[in-house]
């Protein structure tokens, strides 16, 4: 149809859409698949992916959709960043610390043994240099990142046997996400970086001695109180670990404006929405689990002492052979100095008030 036969057959209205250009060039639709290290079950952890998902497919009107796939079905749970950086996938949601073994500065994204609870890693990635620190080195990876969730202080794991003392933990096989294995290592533990999904299994077998996942809402999914009967906190290696979302860069630079407007969004909404759901979800869970026999137990002292001194020795250690952990950690560790001297006035002393109160 040429320009006069629209003129003639259209009216008024015809002749304004015939000639006006749209004012936003739309995107096309798009369409990608997000590859999770999480297994389905669990809500929280891997529901931060769906949670996404449907926040990108609602804020674009169904133009921009995510299919998720938990960790093995597309691709292995620990070989999401391989996925991502070759293009095997336009994004993938997991825990950076599990990827200590290409670089230990992963971790630092993460959570590392005494590091920042979930509200300083938040404060440390959107105002201080940690979101901007973070992309700098998965530039090596092709990769983007965007922080998705945290699930806050998490428990110490499930033991067969009681832990008395740091002697307890000799040649224990014990299954942690990644990075922290470095630390336990040093105090005679023997880690497993096992996925999520694999973990029961393993437990029940007795292919490992112990383990640790995240808290009570997860873990009584999971099974453990069924083949371990002592639970001990806090869990030191992971005072608020953070999830990220992987984009594979190429992916990400052919989105429109609009499009990566909507994938930071949507990113923020799931952070926001994890922390949520594991606050309002464990307390009632930790209550059935103890209704149930589970036996909670603090870790010792000597235990605490001896991971902290570990801890500390092999930061020394990575400063003077990983670059990449030495820029980032002095950032790190400077936020985590003033941070905690901040909480201490407020935070804590507010927290440590309302705990010691009957309510
Ligand atoms: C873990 O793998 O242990 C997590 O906390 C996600």
């Known amino acids: 149809m040429d320009r006069r036969s629209i003129i003639k057959n259209a009216g008024i209205a015809g002749v304004l859409a015939a000639g006006a250009a749209p004012a936003v060039h739309a995107q096309a639709a798009v369409r990608w698949r997000l590859a999770s290290s999480f297994p389905k079950a669990l809500d929280t952890i891997y529901g931060a992916a769906e949670v996404f998902a449907k926040k990108v497919k609602e804020m674009s009107g169904g133009k921009f959709e995510i299919s998720t796939h938990a960790g093995g079905e597309i691709t292995p749970p620990f070989g999401v960043v391989d996925?991502?950086?070759?293009?095997?996938?336009?994004?993938?949601?997991?825990?950076?610390?599990?990827?200590?073994?290409?670089?230990?500065?992963?971790?630092?994204?993460?959570?590392?043994?005494?590091?920042?609870?979930?509200?300083?890693?938040?404060?440390?990635?959107?105002?201080?240099?940690?979101?901007?620190?973070?992309?700098?080195?998965?530039?090596?990876?092709?990769?983007?990142?965007?922080?998705?969730?945290?699930?806050?202080?998490?428990?110490?794991?499930?033991?067969?046997?009681?832990?008395?003392?740091?002697?307890?933990?000799?040649?224990?096989?014990?299954?942690?996400?990644?990075?922290?294995?470095?630390?336990?290592?040093?105090?005679?533990?023997?880690?497993?970086?096992?996925?999520?999904?694999?973990?029961?299994?393993?437990?029940?077998k007795g292919t490992i001695d112990a383990a640790e996942w995240v808290g009570p809402y997860d873990d009584q999914k999971l099974g453990f109180n069924k083949v371990a009967p002592y639970y001990y906190y806090p869990g030191w290696w992971e005072g608020g670990p953070q999830l990220d979302l992987y984009i594979n860069q190429k992916a990400y630079d052919a989105l429109s404006a609009e499009n990566k407007a909507i994938v930071e969004c949507a990113a923020a909404y799931a952070h926001t929405d994890m922390q949520a759901k594991y606050d309002a979800r464990n307390p009632a869970a930790l209550k059935q689990l103890v209704g149930s026999g589970t036996k909670l137990r603090p870790f010792p002292n000597d235990v605490m002492a001896a991971a902290f001194k570990a801890a500390e020795a092999l930061y020394a250690e990575l400063n003077d052979k990983n670059e990449d952990w030495k820029k980032i950690y002095a950032d790190y560790s400077k936020f985590r100095a003033d941070s905690n001297l901040w909480f201490r006035f407020t935070e804590a002393k507010f927290d440590g008030f309302m705990q010691n109160q009957k309510l």
């Open 83 to 204: 996925a991502v950086k070759d293009g095997a996938v336009e994004c993938a949601h997991t825990a950076p610390y599990y990827f200590f073994g290409k670089n230990e500065a992963f971790a630092l994204g993460c959570a590392i043994p005494f590091g920042l609870n979930s509200r300083q890693m938040t404060a440390w990635m959107y105002e201080g240099n940690g979101l901007k620190l973070m992309r700098e080195f998965y530039t090596k990876y092709n990769m983007i990142s965007f922080p998705m969730g945290n699930t806050g202080a998490q428990m110490g794991g499930w033991y067969r046997k009681e832990i008395k003392s740091v002697k307890d933990l000799q040649g224990l096989k014990f299954r942690t996400g990644g990075f922290p294995g470095k630390v336990m290592e040093k105090i005679g533990v023997v880690p497993q970086n096992i996925p999520g999904g694999e973990i029961y299994t393993a437990l029940e």
